[in-house]
């Protein structure tokens, strides 16, 4: 069975600095990986999705986050935050990249401080 | 090109009364999830669904759930006799090969 975890179920940053937000999955086969960011009282928006093509993930936003098949993790960053960053971040994977259901971690609450 | 669409937003209801959500998916996309947010919780999947067909409902309670994606018309997702465990938002997702598109969601009060 997949599973996820996500460290942190909240994380304070300052305007400009770095934001890391944390995840490991576990999978028995090899794994597809998504972020999903969900602003207040809206549905889920794809961030950036790793399909066994680059271990380095580009996604919107200028968030970026990179397979480590050794750790099990798909940590998110991004160089500078954004106060309009503040938001819910999900971690999920799937088994493949076709139609399957997502397995979801719990997420994490970004807060950006001015 | 209209994306995922949910309706009601909000739905409040009385312990024992029944609950319809809806979900439009996007043009083109045969295939429908449905997951549920508990409050504090990540999205859980209740149950994936193609054109007339339940394709994966491992995720769904046995009893007082169902679901249908008719021919016509949009994916329902009925919940009968709601309980205050039943507050939740409900989101759906629909997919046309892969990527997952998602609703803004049903949430539903139960009171």
């Known amino acids: 069975a997949q599973s996820v975890t996500q460290l942190g179920s909240h994380v304070s940053v300052s305007e400009g600095a770095l934001v890391l937000l944390r995840c490991n999955y576990s999978s028995s086969v090899p794994p597809y990986l998504f972020w999903y960011v969900q602003y207040p009282n809206q549905g889920l928006q794809l961030l950036l999705k790793y399909t066994s093509a680059a271990t380095l993930v580009k996604g919107i936003n200028g968030f970026e986050a990179e397979f480590k098949k050794s750790e099990t993790s798909f940590h998110l960053t991004k160089p500078s935050a954004h106060m309009s960053d503040a938001a819910e971040y999900f971690c999920a994977v799937s088994d493949s990249a076709g139609n399957t259901p997502l397995v979801f971690g719990k997420g994490t609450r970004l807060s950006v401080i001015a | 090109n209209a994306g995922v669409m949910q309706n009601p937003r909000h739905l409040v209801r009385r312990r024992g009364q029944e609950a319809r959500l809806r979900c439009s998916p996007m043009?083109?996309?045969?295939?429908v999830y449905w997951y549920r947010q508990l409050p504090e919780e990540g999205l859980k999947f209740m149950v994936y669904?193609?054109?007339?067909?339940?394709?994966?409902e491992s995720g769904m309670p046995k009893e007082r759930f169902s679901a249908e994606f008719p021919k016509e018309g949009p994916s329902i997702l009925r919940i009968q006799q709601v309980v205050r465990g039943d507050s939740a938002a409900y989101f759906c997702a629909s997919s046309r090969q892969s990527e997952q598109y998602f609703g803004p969601g049903t949430r539903l009060t139960v009171t």
């Open positions: 669904l193609q054109k007339e067909n339940i394709i994966d």
């Open positions: 043009k083109g996309h045969s295939h």
